[in-house]
């Protein structure tokens, strides 16, 4: 029996905030860790790229964990306003998010361009974030299930383990509405995306997997607690240093 992974709670700043700001939450993040203590999980913080810089330096040296939120699949080239992996890892991040579905959405990713993408963050030594979910019409189809475990088949790469790799169940739906999912759905979901790791990795249930989706400091801990969560995805939540900090502390 696997030990449960430590949780990992990671902020998606999204196109969110300017430096002074920015530098002014991470300091928050950490006068709330300073007074009151270490949370029962991994803090990451994801801001916008050209933040990270900034950011980076506020955190440096500390327990908080820095990530991207996207990279480009090739180490270098011709590629105009694109960042590599290799960048940021070189700018001090850990962790790489990719295939959330605002990408997805927004620039035509699909699950091979994600499946390259954290191909990329691997050789580079980033642990990428790989999101899956479905939209409310493929939910309302009743085809949820069938739908992530597709993007897993398609997106995870065959060099993905336990320890250099995170999911992250978000729900179109529920990315910014304030719905979420009932938990038996979420633990429908989580149990597959587990189910589904069995046979390509290694250690299937040490790998984390987050919920995404309107994750606030009332409903974390409810979410936290289902069995094949591992952590939370938080957008919204995560620009105010408060209520980042009640969802981190609702890992137990
Ligand atoms: P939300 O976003 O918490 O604002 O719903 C989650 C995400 O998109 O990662």
């Not at 950490?30 to 009151?36: N, Q, W």
């Not at 579905?101 to 980033?126: F, I, P, Q, T």
């Not at 189809?141 to 978000?170: C, H, I």
Request: a negative charge; aromatic letters at 4%.
């Amino acid at each position: 029996m696997v030990e449960k992974p430590r949780f990992l709670v990671a902020g998606n700043w999204k196109m969110n905030g300017l430096r002074d700001e920015s530098q002014a939450l991470a300091r928050q993040l950490l006068d709330l860790i300073a007074s009151d203590g270490a949370p029962g999980c991994d803090m990451l913080v994801c801001p916008p790229a050209i933040l990270i810089g900034p950011v980076g330096a506020t955190v440096r040296d500390t327990s908080i964990l820095l990530g991207a939120q996207d990279c480009h699949p090739n180490g270098a080239g011709a590629h105009t306003g694109d960042i590599s992996a290799p960048m940021i890892a070189d700018s001090g991040c850990a962790y790489v998010i990719v295939g959330h579905s605002e990408r997805r959405a927004d620039h035509g990713e699909d699950d091979a361009l994600v499946r390259a993408k954290a191909e990329a963050a691997l050789e580079a030594g980033l642990i990428p974030i790989i999101c899956v979910g479905e939209t409310l019409a493929e939910r309302d189809a009743g085809r949820a299930v069938e739908v992530v475990l597709g993007q897993l088949d398609g997106s995870l790469p065959g060099a993905a383990s336990a320890a250099n790799t995170v999911l992250a169940y978000e729900p179109v739906w529920a990315i910014g509405t304030g719905r979420t999912p009932t938990g038996d759905d979420i633990a429908q979901v989580h149990d597959a995306l587990r189910g589904g790791l069995a046979g390509r990795i290694s250690e299937p249930d040490a790998m984390r997997i987050l919920y995404g989706g309107s994750v606030k400091p009332d409903n974390a801990a409810e979410i936290l607690a289902i069995e094949n969560v591992n952590g939370a995805l938080v957008g919204g939540a995560s620009l105010k240093a408060d209520d980042f900090w009640g969802i981190c502390q609702s890992c137990a």
